[in-house]
C-alpha cells in the first residue's frame, strides 16, 4: 500500500493546486452569494423605512433654534430669554436624548396601575445661563414624556473650577416642598420647558431615529458595496 502511495504521489501533486483552485472558487462563490444576499436585505430594509424631513416647530416651541447633528443620539435647543425689568438676560439650552426607555409615572412619581400601554421617556438636560455670570449656571435634570416634562433634580454648576466627579446634586426634586417645586415649574414653563417643548420633543425624536435608523442602513450598505 505505501509503495502504491508513493507510485502516485506525482499524480496527487499535480491535483493540489487544482484542488486548491477550485475550493477558493467554491469560497468565493459562497461569500459573493452572502454578500448579495445581506446587500438585498439592506436595500429592503431601506425602502421600507419611512425617512421623513424634520417637523417644523410649532407656534408654542418656535422661540427655540434646533441644532440637529447628523449621526448623533441627541438634539440641542436653544433660546435667549430677554431680561425682564431689573432682571438678567439669559440663555437657556436643552439637550434631548433619543427615546431611551419607556415606563407610566405620574407627576407624583408612583407607577400607574390601569393597564395601560407604557408611555415613552426622553431623558431631557437643560442648563439656563447668564451672559452677565458666565462661571455659573442652573442645571435640570428632567424627564419628558408625551404629555408632561417632569423634573427630577435642580443644581448650579460652576464653570469657573472643575466640576467634581461626585458632585452633590441636591435632593430629588419630589422631595422639596411643594411650593418649592410649583415655583421652579413655574420658573422653567416661563423660558419654555414646559409640556408642549415634551410633546414636540416625542414629535422631533420619533422622526429623528427614524433618519438616523436610514443614514445608518445606508452607511452599512456603502462599506459593504466597497
Known amino acids: 500500500m505505501?509503495?502504491?502511495?508513493?507510485?502516485?504521489?506525482?499524480?496527487?501533486?499535480d491535483l493540489s493546486p487544482r484542488l486548491l483552485q477550485?475550493?477558493?472558487?467554491m469560497s468565493d462563490m459562497r461569500r459573493s452569494a452572502f454578500l448579495d444576499r445581506l446587500l438585498r436585505s439592506l436595500r429592503s430594509e431601506i425602502s421600507s423605512c419611512r425617512a421623513e424631513p424634520a417637523p417644523p416647530l410649532p407656534p408654542s416651541v418656535a422661540q427655540f433654534t434646533v441644532d440637529d447633528r447628523p449621526g448623533e443620539q441627541w438634539v440641542r435647543l436653544r433660546?435667549?430669554?430677554?431680561?425682564?425689568?431689573g432682571g438678567y438676560e439669559e440663555e437657556v439650552k436643552v439637550d434631548a436624548t433619543l427615546v431611551d426607555g419607556a415606563v407610566a409615572p405620574t407627576r407624583s412619581g408612583a407607577v400607574a396601575e390601569d393597564g395601560r400601554p407604557p408611555r415613552m421617556h426622553i431623558s431631557v438636560h437643560v442648563e439656563v445661563s447668564r451672559p452677565a455670570r458666565p462661571d455659573l449656571a442652573l442645571s435640570f435634570e428632567c424627564?419628558?414624556?408625551?404629555?408632561?416634562?417632569?423634573?427630577?433634580?435642580?443644581?448650579?454648576?460652576?464653570?469657573s473650577v472643575?466640576?467634581?466627579?461626585?458632585?452633590?446634586?441636591?435632593?430629588?426634586?419630589?422631595?422639596l416642598d411643594e411650593e418649592m417645586q410649583s415655583a421652579m415649574r413655574d420658573y422653567l414653563e416661563?423660558?419654555?420647558v414646559n409640556d408642549e417643548l415634551a410633546a414636540f420633543l416625542h414629535t422631533y425624536m420619533?422622526?429623528?431615529?427614524?433618519?438616523?435608523?436610514?443614514?445608518?442602513?445606508?452607511?452599512?450598505?456603502?462599506?459593504?458595496?466597497?
Not at 466640576?163 to 452633590?168: A, D, I, L, R
Open 190 to 192: 416661563e423660558r419654555g
Open 79 to 85: 433660546r435667549a430669554f430677554p431680561a425682564s425689568e
Open 162 to 175: 472643575p466640576t467634581p466627579e461626585q458632585q452633590y446634586m441636591g435632593s430629588q426634586f419630589r422631595e
Open 22 to 25: 477550485s475550493r477558493h472558487y
Open 2 to 13: 505505501a509503495r502504491r502511495l508513493l507510485h502516485l504521489r506525482p499524480q496527487l501533486m
Open 143 to 159: 424627564s419628558a414624556w408625551p404629555e408632561e416634562m417632569d423634573v427630577e433634580r435642580v443644581f448650579p454648576v460652576r464653570r
Open 206 to 226: 420619533e422622526n429623528k431615529e427614524q433618519r438616523e435608523i436610514v443614514r445608518w442602513l445606508k452607511n452599512v450598505e456603502c462599506y459593504l458595496k466597497k
